[in-house]
Nanobody, 125 residues
């Protein structure tokens, strides 16, 4: 059963923006959600994480200032707003969700039980 469904990917020119969405059917049983990205043959990279209780967020350095992770409790959905897109942002983006004990545990980027199937982001120069 698929619990996380991503959408919003696409092909854009450098400098453009995209908003990725992750609909989460287990939203209220998970308190830590994140976005990852992965290219074929490369390791998966955690991009941003959010702890639902209090909304604490964390980002990798390469995206700080350009990316915002957020939640909509009314829609059981997580978002990733990406501005000033760069060609190196090209990747398959995945959302993940899990239940953890604290925001510190959430920031480790580990222990996600649920994963989406990914949405492709392609940025041309």
């Amino acid at each position: 059963q698929v619990h996380l469904v991503e959408s919003g990917g696409g092909s854009v020119q450098a400098g453009g923006s995209l908003r990725l969405s992750c609909a989460n059917s287990v939203y209220w049983t998970t308190n830590c959600m994140a976005w990852f990205r992965q290219d074929p043959g490369k390791e998966r990279e955690g991009v941003a994480v959010i702890y639902r209780s209090g909304g604490r967020t964390a980002y990798i350095d390469s995206v700080k200032g350009r990316i915002t992770i957020s939640l909509d409790n009314a829609k059981n959905t997580m978002y990733l707003q990406i501005n000033s897109l760069k060609p190196e942002d090209t990747s398959m983006y995945y959302c993940a969700a899990g239940a953890v004990a604290s925001s510190a545990a959430c920031n480790t980027g580990a222990g996600f039980r649920f994963w989406g199937q990914g949405t492709q982001v392609t940025v041309s120069s």
